[in-house]
């Protein structure tokens, strides 16, 4: 969010009350409960019906749906972190979809199952190279910072942990770091 903001945008965001406070220190202005029941009526309150991009770190059919019903009137752009159902796609008059694979940045072929698959891309790398120097600049300064770290002991073990925690949902504003061998 703090690029989103150093880049002159408003954003704004969706999480549990408990992280309100982390999510807004990463530069959100407003923050807004998901469980809330006129959750979607206070973003289109807040932005005057006028949202124009809508970036889904979840990526499930409920937040797509979610993402879709608080674009502004006039549309917009939606960016999920997966593919997304097409039949998920109700505004196609207003909203363009997208996906993308964090990975492509890198340039490289990949042989993944469609529709991961990606031939080399050199203007990709390019960009990805750029990319990678810009942002470790932004951290290196303080201007930008990553999430808390929960560290999992165990090596290998801990990353099976990890995942259970995960399954679990016992984890909240934090990424998850296994030091392994």
């Known amino acids: 969010m703090l690029i ?30 998901y469980r809330s029941p006129t959750c979607i009526d206070d973003i289109r309150k807040y932005t005057r019906n006028s949202l124009k991009f809508a970036l889904d770190c979840v990526s499930e059919p409920e937040t797509m749906e979610f993402c879709y019903k608080v674009l502004g009137r006039t549309g917009g752009k939606y960016t999920a972190l997966e593919p997304y159902a097409e039949f998920l796609h109700t505004r196609p008059r207003t909203v363009v979809p997208d996906w993308v694979l964090g990975p492509a940045v890198l340039g490289q072929a990949m042989g993944w199952p469609e529709p991961f698959t990606r031939e080399a891309d050199e203007q990709l790398r390019e960009f990805g190279v750029e990319w990678f120097d810009t942002v470790q600049k932004l951290l290196d300064s303080g201007k930008i910072r990553p999430h808390p770290v929960k560290v999992v002991v165990g090596g290998w073990e801990g990353v099976a942990d ?7 949902k016992q984890v909240s504003g934090q990424k998850l770091v296994c030091a392994v061998a």
């Open 4 to 33: 989103a903001s150093r880049s002159g945008l408003n954003p704004i965001t969706v999480c549990s009350p408990h992280n309100f406070d982390l999510v807004k220190s990463f530069g959100a202005t407003q923050v807004f409960d």
């Open 162 to 168: 990890g995942l259970e925690m995960l399954r679990q």
